[in-house]
């Protein structure tokens, strides 16, 4: 169990840096997710941490120990790849054992902690079985016991779940968490879902374009964001964002209601939302419109109550609570703090 | 538009069927000149050449007189089809022995990053896409008895005196031409090989990295199993280039000194062609359908099993 940390780390491809100076510390038995969209650099920094990658420049530490150029075995970290990257030629058991026979463990001691990895992720039953024998859940769960097996300092995972279908995914995401909160072992998880992250992280940090844009708990990434990026990337539908001259300001969808909801206490700001389009979903009703006094290309989402009885194609007035409005640079779209 | 116009529509715009629409017409028309080329070109005389072992058709003597097993017996009675069969099979063990090796380490050499590597791909290719028969003229001059360059730079470098009359000898005569079908060979298989190794994910390779793995271990305990059934292609294919080919024996020794290099292809073409035997020639080279009929049926079945999986 150790802590993870990068210092100004880098990783040019060609021209490109897919990491571009990077500082990141986890904390010790933490669940870290780095959470991005495609491209964002996101897996490069992992197989950097992991010793599949060697960085351009900027440190690695793993438990304090400097771990630059040094290969994987030794940095005792264990690595679960998107398609579990299971060998198709050995058994499940020769599989899970695989990393011991490379560290020269003797026969009886393999036997006893495959058999303790297996049991610990349920999956002593299929020992003898080849991975294309088994369903895409059970091989993820090979592949956990293949990288717990050494039990190793660090546990890498490169979106593992991406794999299963939608059902299967939120039934490994419950394992995934108890597993990794028994182990106690310091986890980097990376995803582009930020379902995912949200649900699993201890803490996030969200990437794009190699730069780490935010590093904070699910509650500040979603509630506090550091950017216009964040602040469109987390959350489903995403922030609103109306741009005028001097500012852009964010609320979130389930913020903006009619005007009639809040109390004085809330200063709210009144805007006036006209609906387009009324959306139902079952839980929630999504109204789809623009606000007036900005752009008309500027959609606008609110978040309401089923049973809300607003109509489509008029004018209503809706409001934000001042605590819930979050400004930010037009220019730089980095976040506007106090009184600017 | 009303519904009624909207039908009409419909109806004349409906594409008419042409020929080209029936599967039948069109797998009949698709199938027909392959059948007729492979007929033509390898069933036709093939039962020809068949027959003809069971004759006594000679150059000279053109009926098909069929004479039952005589004509075998007689092929059998002589030493030098027992010398050519057991060279073959030699010929044939040795050389795939020695390309399933040469290939894997050269597919391994090429599949790394390391500068210049088109030029050693290319270099490598080479011996594949030169003619057999030029390829092997140069190996004979190589290889000549007087002017070798190989005996050349061993007597410069003081490991010789006088020639070592390469082809001249019959263990020697033996290797060179065993050789030569290596060189001939390795390069289709290691692009094959290479093929099958460029084709393992790279998240096996990173996840027996991550595993601590060393170049041993994942060489011998992950990509050369996963190869197994590409190499596998490749072996046949070697196979069935050496056993049927006979220019190297040709153009090298002509089957020399005395017979020692003969292989059952170049015997076959001695007897039938050059010595007007055709009955006996056919009788030789019927030797080899057991050995290919068995290599196309492996081929098949490494052809479905990829399939299936």
């Known amino acids: 169990m150790s802590v993870v940390e990068v210092r100004n780390l880098t990783k040019v491809f060609g021209d490109m840096a897919a990491v571009d100076d990077v500082d990141l510390a986890s904390r010790e038995g933490e669940f870290l997710v780095l959470l991005g969209p495609s491209g964002c650099g996101k897996t490069t ?10 960085p351009t420049s900027g440190e690695i530490f793993i438990g304090g120990e400097k771990m630059n150029g040094l290969p994987p075995r030794i940095r005792k970290v264990a690595m679960v790849f998107q398609s579990y990257a ?57 592949a956990l016991a293949r990288a717990l097996v050494r039990e190793p300092n660090v546990f890498l995972l490169d979106e593992p779940l991406s794999n299963l279908d939608a059902k299967l995914r939120a039934a490994a995401r419950d394992d995934l968490l108890e597993f990794q909160r028994r182990v106690g072992i310091t986890t980097i998880y990376v995803t582009h879902d930020q379902v995912e992250a949200m649900g699993m992280g201890d803490r996030i940090a969200v990437m794009s374009d190699g730069r780490i844009r935010q590093f904070g708990t699910p509650e500040e990434i979603y509630s506090d964001p550091a950017d216009t990026f964040v602040a469109t990337f987390i959350g489903s539908p995403p922030m609103n964002l109306l741009r005028s001259e001097h500012r ?21 700001s009144t805007f006036r939302f006209h609906v387009n389009r009324s959306e139902y979903l079952g839980s929630d009703r999504f109204l789809y419109g623009t606000v007036e006094g900005y752009d008309e290309n500027t959609k606008v989402i609110a978040r309401v109550p089923v049973n809300a009885s607003i109509p489509e194609g008029a004018t209503h007035e809706f409001g934000v609570a001042a605590a819930d409005l979050c400004y930010f640079d037009p220019r730089t779209g980095k976040r506007l703090r106090g009184d600017e | ?176 031409v065993i050789a030569v079908h ?67 024996v040709h153009v090298l020794t002509r089957g020399g000194p005395t017979n020692y290099t003969q292989v059952l292809a170049s015997w076959a073409f001695y007897k039938g062609i050059e010595g007007g035997d055709l009955a006996q020639g056919a009788g030789t080279a019927l030797f080899l359908l057991p050995v290919l009929v068995a290599v196309a049926a492996l081929i098949l079945r490494f052809a479905r099993r990829r399939e299936v999986l």
Request: proline fraction near 6%.
């Open chain 1, 248 to 268: 852009v300001v964010g609320f979130r969808p389930e913020n903006f209601r009619p005007i009639t909801e809040f109390a004085e206490r809330d200063m709210p």
């Open chain 1, 45 to 54: 920094l992992l197989r950097m941490i992991a010793g599949l990658e060697e």
């Open chain 2, 182 to 248: 290596t060189w001939r060979i390795v390069p289709l298989a290691a692009v094959i090989v290479m093929a099958g190794m460029l084709a393992i994910p790279t998240e096996i390779r990173d996840a027996s990295d991550i595993d601590g793995a060393g170049f041993w271990r994942r060489t011998f305990e992950i990509e050369i199993p996963l190869m197994a059934p590409i190499i596998g292609v490749a072996v046949l294919f070697g196979v069935i280039l050496s056993v049927t080919d006979m220019t190297v």
């Open chain 1, 86 to 142: 299971l060998y198709p030629h050995m058994t499940v058991a020769r599989n899970i054992a695989f990393p011991l026979r490379a560290e020269g463990v003797d026969k009886a001691e393999q036997d006893k902690r495959v058999r303790w990895a297996a049991e610990l992720l349920g999956i002593d039953r299929y020992l003898e079985r080849r991975p294309r024998q088994l369903s895409g859940g059970e091989r993820q769960r090979v």
């Open chain 2, 1 to 176: 538009m009303s519904d009624e116009a909207l039908a009409i529509g419909v109806r004349t715009q409906r594409p008419r069927r042409t020929l080209l629409d029936s599967e039948r017409l069109l797998a009949i028309g698709g199938l027909t000149p392959a059948v007729i080329y492979i007929v033509a070109l390898v069933g036709f005389p093939f039962v020809l050449a068949v027959v003809m072992a069971f004759s006594d058709v000679t150059v000279g003597d053109p009926s098909l007189d069929l004479v039952g097993l005589e004509t075998l017996r007689q092929v059998l009675a002589d030493p030098v089809f027992w010398r050519a069969l057991r060279n073959t099979l030699v010929f044939t063990l040795i050389s795939n022995a020695l390309v399933v090796i040469l290939a894997t380490a050269l597919a391994l050499i090429l599949t790394k990053d390391f500068k210049g590597k088109w030029l050693v791909r290319l270099l490598v290719l080479l011996p594949w896409t030169t003619p057999v028969s030029l390829a092997t003229i140069s190996w004979l001059w190589t290889l000549d008895s007087i002017f070798s360059p190989i005996d050349w730079v061993l007597r410069q470098l003081g490991m010789l005196e006088g020639n070592m009359i390469w082809l001249g000898q019959p263990k020697l005569a033996l290797a060179s």
